[in-house]
Every structure is written in structure tokens, then in C-alpha cells.
């Protein structure tokens, strides 16, 4: 897992110190921007085996909305979920249709974006890694339940993560404890497993997770700070060990990694990477620029990239927040690191006012971040290069 130092590290300080026309405003006002940092520096041995090394800049307990970054784990707890089921004869390409059963709750009877119509959990996480969609992830939460999902994350050492509800609709915290009922059927047309309506009886953590000095309720402003405390939580260092497991799973103990086989690693490895227009089931249109949501480095540019570089990340941007987790893979230059960060894009205090600082403050400090860490690295003396074919994939569909 990623462990923080002992003692201060001042490495990712220093640096971005280097460069004061992009970060010495934001350094500042460090209260205010919240940003948070992690990167890791990939050297290899002669073998191929890597040796990762974390620097961390203000690292902290101040809570922060994780948005869609929560897909992540979510995603990868569902292919988890498959391999447990694996005797019920389920896997990401099985029909899954979604009933309903209790207030709050919408069906899923087919999928337009689906080749043939299907909704699966393949086309799920498709969704997710493409274009981090809403109901993609809703449909996950609910196959897998909400005690499920906090009490395998607890498991895997995340102590502190909690992912207690859906995402784009507004539901009770009773209508998020209860999670449909859901039915897989074989290509006859037979129900092979059902999973009923589930109540959670998840313990939500004692939290006083206030921010900002006031929101909106419907039209109405409220001036005392928004409430987080019934929110999603995960925090930066935990996403970023995500990340490691799922591209270094052999640096870490089984009981650190999710349970998943090597085609698993390989569907996420290309989806996390895939850029929309290179997807023919779902497909999008050119308003998903090669860059979409890939706040680190690109920040949302909009111009054709040449795939020479591939990032393999998730990203989640909501009430200000702006947070991205990447792997950085550059296979002209024969380089890779690994970055996330975290920024709090919100200067008038106000939440739900859709008045937020991403166009001015948040993209343009994740781009000047990744790019100055990628000519860092572009320079940086490594004794192996590293053998980044495992990482190519045939993108067409």
C-alpha cells in the first residue's frame, strides 16, 4: 500500500517551487485550494521488476468530495464480485437486467449503447473508464450492495473509505441502503442467478465533514457551512494505492490486491486508457475530445492526441472539487510515473451555486502539474528502461 513518511518530504515541495509562475499563487493559499499530491517514481531493475518511490505533498484528514474517482474501486469490485460468482456461471458479458423493488429504484431492461442491446458489466465499466457515467456506476452499486462494498474495501486495508450512496440523483439515505434486485440470464434466455432487493446495515462513520460557509437548497441560500458527512469518502492516498494494485499487484500482499484474473487487469488496463472516439459500442461523438477528464497533463485540451502517450486513470470533478489518479505511460520515450491530485476549486465558499474555479484554477493547475512532472521525468537518469508492451492494446473495436 502506500505508506506515508515518517518524516517530512519535501521533494514534491522543492519542486514545484521550480516553477512559480504555475504553483507559488496556490502555495499561498494553501488553506483554501486544499490541493493535496502523490507521485511516485517508477525505476526498474534489470529484470523488469519495478521499484516504486512515493513522494507526498500535504497529505492531510481535510475532507475532500472524491466525485467519480469513487468509480474506481467500484469498478474493480464488481470484477471481484465475478470471480467469487464464477460457479454461478456469470461473467462481464452475461445479460443483467435490473428490477425494482423500493422507492428510488429504476430498472434496466436493455442498453442502446450495447452492440446488441444487452446491459452487462462489461458495458459498465466501459461507460466508467470512458466517460465516468453516472447510471454506469449506480448499476455497479446496486449489483454489488452498499454493506458489500464498505466492508470489501475495510478488507483490503482502506479503512477509511466509505462510498454510501449513488451518484447524479437525489435519494434518501434509507433509498441508498436498499439496492435493486437483479437477474442474469444465459444466452437461452434462462435466469442463472438472482440477487434479491438488499437493505445495508452498513455502520456510516461518526464524521464532521463541513465545508465551505454556505449552499444552496433548492433557491434558497443557506449561509453556514454544506455537510459532507452523509457524503462519499476516499481519500487520495487510498486512491493512489488503488492504483498501484491494479498496475503492480506483485509489489503488494493478496490481501492489499483485489481479486481479480489477468484478463481482468487486461479489460481495465484498456479501458482506463481508451480514448472515446475509439469506441464503437459505446460510441461518442466529437464533443469527447481525446482528453476528456483527463485533468492531469491534457487538462481537457481538445486537440487529437497521437497515442504515444496513454493515461490510464480516473478522475472525478464535483461542488469544486477537481481530484485525478493517473499512470502516465510514454511509449516514444520509453517513461512512466505515476500522479494524482487533488484541488478545491471554490473561492466564494458557496456550494451548489455552479459558480466553481475549474476553467481558471483547477485545469490549468493539473495540467502545468502532470507537465512539469512529465519533463521531469523525461530528464531524470534511469539505469533500465522499462518494457511498456504489456501496455499496448489494440484499441480498435
Known amino acids: ?112 449503447t450495447a452492440a446488441d442491446g444487452r446491459p452487462t458489466i462489461a458495458q459498465y465499466i466501459k461507460k466508467i473508464f470512458l466517460v465516468s457515467d453516472n447510471d454506469a456506476f449506480n448499476r455497479l452499486y446496486e449489483f454489488l450492495g452498499q454493506e458489500n462494498i464498505n466492508k470489501s474495501l475495510h478488507k483490503l486495508g482502506y479503512k477509511d473509505a466509505e462510498i454510501i450512496h449513488r451518484l447524479s440523483i437525489s435519494l434518501t439515505e434509507d433509498e441508498n441502503r436498499h439496492t435493486n434486485p437483479i437477474s442474469f440470464f444465459d444466452i437461452s434466455g434462462h435466469v442463472i442467478y438472482q440477487k434479491p432487493l438488499e437493505t445495508s446495515q452498513w455502520i456510516y462513520a461518526k464524521r464532521n465533514d463541513k465545508r465551505g460557509k454556505g449552499y444552496y ?61 475509439e469506441s464503437a459500442y459505446p460510441s461518442y461523438d466529437s464533443s469527447y475530445s481525446d482528453a476528456y477528464s483527463r485533468f492531469i497533463l491534457w487538462g481537457e485540451r481538445k486537440e487529437k492526441q497521437t497515442g504515444n502517450i496513454r493515461i490510464f486513470h480516473k478522475s472525478g470533478e464535483a461542488y469544486g472539487f477537481l481530484t485525478d489518479v493517473c499512470y502516465v505511460v510514454d511509449f516514444e520515450n520509453e517513461n512512466e510515473f505515476m500522479l494524482s491530485a487533488t484541488i478545491h476549486c471554490n473561492s466564494d465558499g458557496i456550494y451548489n451555486d455552479d459558480h466553481y474555479d475549474y476553467e481558471t484554477v483547477g485545469f490549468p493547475f493539473m495540467k502545468n502539474l502532470g507537465q512539469v512532472f512529465y519533463d521531469y521525468e523525461l530528464k531524470r537518469e534511469k539505469k533500465y528502461k522499462p518494457d511498456l508492451s504489456w501496455l499496448k492494446f489494440d484499441y480498435t473495436e
Open 1 to 112: 500500500m502506500t505508506k506515508l513518511p515518517e518524516k517530512g518530504d519535501s521533494f514534491i515541495t522543492d519542486f514545484l517551487h521550480l516553477h512559480p509562475q504555475y504553483f507559488d499563487s496556490l502555495l499561498r493559499n494553501q488553506d483554501e485550494y486544499g490541493i493535496q499530491i502523490i507521485y511516485t517514481q517508477i525505476d526498474r531493475k534489470k529484470n523488469g521488476k519495478p521499484l516504486l518511490t512515493d513522494h507526498f505533498f500535504n497529505i492531510n484528514d481535510k475532507y475532500f468530495y472524491p466525485a467519480s474517482t469513487v468509480k474506481l474501486p467500484v469498478a474493480l469490485l464488481a470484477l471481484q464480485e465475478l470471480n467469487r460468482l464464477k460457479r454461478k456461471k456469470i461473467d462481464i458479458n452475461t445479460s443483467m437486467i435490473t428490477e425494482t423493488a423500493y422507492s428510488g429504484q429504476s430498472a434496466v431492461y436493455n442498453d442502446p
Open 217 to 277: 437548497s433548492g433557491n434558497k441560500l443557506i449561509m453556514e457551512p454544506f455537510d459532507f458527512s452523509k457524503k462519499n469518502r476516499l481519500s487520495l492516498v487510498d486512491l493512489h494505492s488503488m492504483l498501484k494494485t491494479v498496475f503492480f499487484p506483485k509489489e503488494f500482499k493478496k490481501s492489499q490486491r483485489f481479486k481479480l484474473k489477468k484478463k481482468d487487469y487486461q479489460f481495465v488496463y484498456k479501458y482506463m486508457s481508451m480514448f472515446p472516439r
